[in-house]
């Protein structure tokens, strides 16, 4: 068993380096209007293929006592959306006497305001074997409480306004996490005994549609003009990116593990993945409706482009290390428990 475990570790890692390397030699086969037809592959099929195939996968028992863990969710959400943002406002104000970019570091600010995807921490935590439900819960209620507070966010620490198209955006979230969720959970309730002596490999499935959002953001991100910067620059911002995400990954476990924080290793894993990942698909329409005709619009763009493949690149590579502590952690509690 620890050897087929570790043999799906190995193609998984080696698919993610086929997947970033088809994208750079090919990328115009990935991106949106390309073959692949990523925005609606991605955006529509392969986001509620993730959600339908959490439903099934999901007992009912688990969801419902995902839905009343209110300490989880509160912290999640506001680290998200108000302790994200504002570290990043402090920090930029180191980065301003710095020879950055002015819009490059706006771009930063940026990326602290938008919410969380609705893909990438559900699939990393059912990677891991954490608690599932709970990021289902916090990825959907974060992206759609991103909808209001992110603009409200942008205005606050940029001091830029716009109109954003609130029932357009809701009915896609809906469309596409709610609706295949649902329908999942109503599937499995007339093949449960099929599914519990069958065990469909719902890891797989989920392994297979993170590749193709890898290779797609990938190929989107070498595709996009918008990241014709000079080395220096780049590989600065890269650098600054991987330090916030691991920063702030190490911070939110720190907080999680406390002796009092009430959370199991399982809540842990959602806790880092939903508190620490931002929204590739909710924030560049938010930006280009924000910024609308603004001059360096492509530049404040940058930092997010970057951030969402690091984000899920740096996750996958993280998982196994992340699985391993979270099995070790378990193990330990059910050795401390006393017998009756």
């Known amino acids: 068993m620890r050897l087929l475990e570790r043999m799906r570790k190995e193609w998984f890692m080696i698919g993610i380096v086929l997947a970033i390397a088809g994208a750079k030699l090919e990328p115009s086969i990935g991106v949106n209007g390309g073959p692949l037809m990523p925005e609606i592959t991605v955006s529509y099929i392969a986001v509620a293929t993730i959600f339908f195939n959490s439903g099934l996968s999901l007992n009912p028992e688990e969801l419902t006592s ?7 969710h509160l912290f999640i959400q506001i680290f998200t959306l108000a302790f994200f943002p504002a570290a ?16 490059l570091l706006k771009g930063l600010q940026t990326v602290g305001c938008m919410p969380p995807p609705v893909s ?12 599932e439900a709970a990021a289902i819960f916090n990825s959907a209620f974060g992206s759609f409480l991103g909808i209001v507070v992110t603009p409200l966010l942008l205005l606050l620490f940029l001091h830029s306004s716009s109109s954003v198209p609130f029932t357009s955006i809701f009915s896609q979230l809906f469309m596409t996490v709610v609706v295949p969720l649902i329908i999942g959970q109503i599937v499995r309730r007339y093949i449960k005994d099929w599914l519990e002596r069958k065990k469909p490999p719902f890891g797989a499935v989920s392994s297979s549609v993170l590749l193709t959002i890898i290779y797609t953001t990938f190929c989107d991100t070498f595709s996009n003009p918008n990241i014709d910067l000079d080395t220096f620059s780049l590989i600065l911002i890269l650098f600054i990116i991987c330090s916030i995400q691991l920063s702030f990954m190490l911070l939110t476990f720190i907080f999680s593990t406390r002796n009092n924080s009430g959370f199991t290793p399982a809540d842990t894993v ?26 360096y619009l492509s530049l404040i763009s940058v930092p997010l482009l970057i951030y969402h493949p690091v984000q899920i690149l740096l996750g996958s590579v993280l998982v196994p290390t992340i699985k391993s502590w979270m099995v070790s952690r378990q193990k330990g509690v059910k050795l401390t428990r006393p017998t009756v």
């Open 88 to 103: 990043i406002w402090l920090f930029l104000q180191l980065l301003s006497i710095t020879p950055i970019n002015e819009w």
């Open 270 to 295: 959602a806790v880092m993945f939903c508190s620490t990942h931002k929204s590739l698909t909710l924030g560049i329409p938010m930006l280009k409706i924000v910024f609308a005709g603004h001059e």
């Open 120 to 131: 990438s921490a559900v699939i990393l935590t059912k990677a891991v074997g954490g608690n």
């Open 66 to 72: 995902a839905l009343v863990h209110i300490k989880l």
